[in-house]
């Protein structure tokens, strides 16, 4: 039987496991990315594991969320990190060189290596060929350590791309178009393959936005073939050396295969509040529009910018609208600059950002009350955007331009032609913002700068044979990492400080619930389906674990997110039976005992003493992961081996 690419990348990298779907495997990883709003954490945890130097081949910080520095605490972030960077062998990308994953996409991922990062968007350089995912800033501290990353080993999806995109129908039709087949759980447990015929159409920044929205669909990581295409993106980047071939073997085994034809894909738009809310573009005509953001990580490459500037050239914005753009990169911005798109750009009304996430995580641009905001972004969870009754819409910059230029939702087909757009061979190259670490000889002379805005790391209690605790809440489906630990220019600059960032959490859902946490000492949330979706962040379990959160029982969990929880040292649980879920109220009293013996047998039997009824939870942990749970957290582990 042949392999599918990932399967292959993943043979390469295997440490340990066996590549049987559901095993545990552990993973060599060669590049790792941070960013600010998790970087701080993860250079914490990784000082205080008390290693000198990174092993990886390649680790990037960059400094791309917390760009607003409204007060010292972002600006002493920036220089904590550079610090760190430059002691222990880490490459920094300055504040204004770009997002994360466009700048690591055009400068350093190669195909067939690894790369995990501390944002749930790392999978962006499976657009190139590698097998890049999202981790908690603990599993990156570890990677960078030369530890391994360990995931459940994937089933394997392929998607086929049959004919040719249309006029106006772009890649993040695509992605919107996989959104509402698969929804934002129909990813879980899975990798994504991108094949058939129309991938050949499709460039490098095309097949990005795609790989980058997979996250979306809760998939592990989402991968196109490295190929002839591949290797025209890496030129244009002067890093054709970096280029191997990679694709499936003709006989490889795909757990679900799906077919979509470009040829018939219509511009799409997902609703409010979730990126599955897909329905055609079309079917919303007339709903009026108060702001259009261009940008992110998913859409803010060359070929995206080119496209606005080309629909915008000549033509001026809607007065009821306001339009922001931010390009991705220094790179991308630079050259707009140089050919004059940027010129089109501004003189149409648009608002120019810095090259940064900026609106997509609540840094500023936030809409207006009860705004409709639309945005070419990959997220659009209640309340992300900073304005709590602003209903964000996701689409294409092709819609977002229509929008702008009409002031409403309009297919953007009904904008005429499609303007020609040249992409240039050669990109311009200047990593002059990237600075290097110090010589491994000389870095002890590195000082690293603190500011008052690093509080310590908060310690994590070891899982015990009982615990006997009260719901401190109880939540639904599809519970978001935004929901949980928001962010947003207010909190953002508190992520090294924990005790301050607890009083937030859980704000979208219930505001009363840090208190009532904080009262109860310790306690348990219960959750539904999806628990954890979203964003890397390990703070959505840091900060309830300060607040005292020993357990969470849902009906299923988000990837990420439930190793992160075992990393804080919380016993993430599932029901067996879903309708369980009902037996339980917020404030009921649950006893779990025998702890040990039901994480070996893999079921551990829970009373609720308050209605007396009693639920089997799945607790199906490997060695390790128990050996974690009792330790009381991955810190605690790894400082105990
Ligand atoms: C996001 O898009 O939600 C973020 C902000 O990039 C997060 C990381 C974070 O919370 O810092 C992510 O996607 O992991
Ligand atoms: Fe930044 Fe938004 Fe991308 Fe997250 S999704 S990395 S906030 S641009």
């Known amino acids: 039987m042949g392999y599918t690419i990932a399967q292959k990348i993943i043979k390469n990298h295997l440490i340990s496991g066996d590549m049987t779907v559901g095993s ?104 190139i060929g590698m097998l890049a995912m999202g981790a908690g800033g603990l599993d990156v501290a570890v990677a960078m350590g030369g530890g391994a990353y360990y995931i459940t080993m994937p089933k394997m999806y392929k998607v086929n791309l049959k004919g040719k995109l249309r006029p106006f129908v772009s890649a993040k039709d695509i992605s919107l178009e996989i959104l509402r087949i698969l929804s934002v759980k129909g990813g879980v447990g899975a990798i994504i393959e991108w094949g058939g015929e129309g991938i050949k159409t499709l460039s490098v920044p095309e097949r990005a936005t795609i790989t980058n929205m997979g996250t979306e669909l809760g998939c592990t990581t989402s991968i196109f073939p490295s190929d002839e295409i591949t290797r025209e993106f890496l030129k244009s980047q002067g890093r054709e050396n970096d280029f191997v071939e990679l694709k499936s073997d003709d006989d490889a085994v795909y757990d679900k295969v799906i077919e979509i034809n470009l040829d018939t894909l219509v511009p799409l738009i997902a609703c409010p509040h979730s990126p599955d809310n897909v329905v055609e573009v079309a079917s919303l005509k007339g709903t009026k529009v108060d702001q259009v953001c261009i940008g992110s990580c998913t859409n803010s490459s060359l070929l995206d910018m080119l496209k606005v500037a080309a629909l915008l050239k000549g033509k001026t914005i809607k007065p009821s609208v306001s339009l922001s753009v931010s390009p991705g990169s220094k790179q991308v911005l630079s050259m707009l600059s140089d050919c004059g ?35 070419t972004f990959n997220r659009n969870f209640e309340g992300r955007s900073g304005t709590a009754d602003a209903g964000v819409y996701l689409v294409s910059p092709e819609t977002a331009v229509a929008a702008a230029l009409t002031g409403e ?44 805005n690093i509080k310590p790391f908060p310690t994590s209690k070891k899982v015990l044979d009982s615990l006997n605790a009260e719901v401190s809440l109880k939540v639904g489906d599809n519970i978001t990492t935004d929901h949980i630990m928001p962010a947003g220019a207010k909190i953002l600059p508190y992520r090294s400080n924990i005790p301050h960032l607890s009083q937030f959490c859980f704000g979208v ?133």
């Not at 311009?428 to 913002?433: G, L, M, P």
């Open 509 to 641: 859902c219930d505001k009363s619930f840090p208190e009532r946490a904080k009262e109860l000492g310790e306690s348990i949330v219960v959750g539904g389906i999806n628990y954890g979706q979203g964003s890397s962040r390990e703070h959505a379990a840091l900060v309830p674990m300060y607040l005292g959160v020993r357990a969470v029982i849902t009906k299923s969990f988000a990837r990420i997110h439930v190793a992160n929880l075992i990393n804080a040292g919380i016993i993430p649980l599932t029901f067996k039976n879903a309708d369980d879920y009902d037996k339980i109220n917020e404030g009921d009293k649950l006893s779990l005992n025998n702890i040990y013996d039901g994480m070996d047998k893999g079921i551990i039997v829970l009373k609720n003493e308050t209605n007396g009824e009693e639920i089997e939870l799945v607790c199906n942990f490997t060695d390790r992961q128990k050996s974690i749970l009792k330790a009381g957290g991955l810190l605690a582990y790894t400082k105990e081996n």
């Open 409 to 452: 939702i309009t297919d953007p087909r009904l904008l005429g032609e499609m303007p020609e757009i040249k992409m240039p061979k050669v990109f311009k190259i200047d990593d002059t913002a990237v600075l290097n670490p110090e010589r491994e000889e000389t870095a002890e002379k590195v000082d690293i700068l603190r500011g008052p």
């Open 24 to 127: 545990e495997i552990a993973l060599k990883i060669d590049q790792t990315l941070t960013q600010d709003a998790t970087g701080t954490m993860a250079y914490l945890e990784f000082e205080t594991m008390g290693l000198k130097r990174v092993k990886t081949e390649k680790s990037v910080a960059y400094i791309d969320h917390n760009t607003l520095q409204s007060g010292f605490e972002n600006a002493d972030d920036h220089r904590y990190i550079q610090s760190v960077a430059k002691k222990h062998g880490i490459y920094f990308s300055r504040p204004g060189n770009g997002i994360c994953h466009q700048v690591h996409l055009e400068r350093f991922g190669k195909p067939g290596k690894t790369l995990i990062g501390s944002d749930s968007h790392t999978p962006t350089g499976g657009g």
């Open 341 to 375: 798109a940027l010129s089109d750009i501004l003189a149409s009304g648009a608002r120019l950002l810095e090259c940064a996430c900026g609106p997509c995580i609540g840094m500023g641009f936030s809409p207006n009350s009860a705004g409709v905001s639309l945005r």
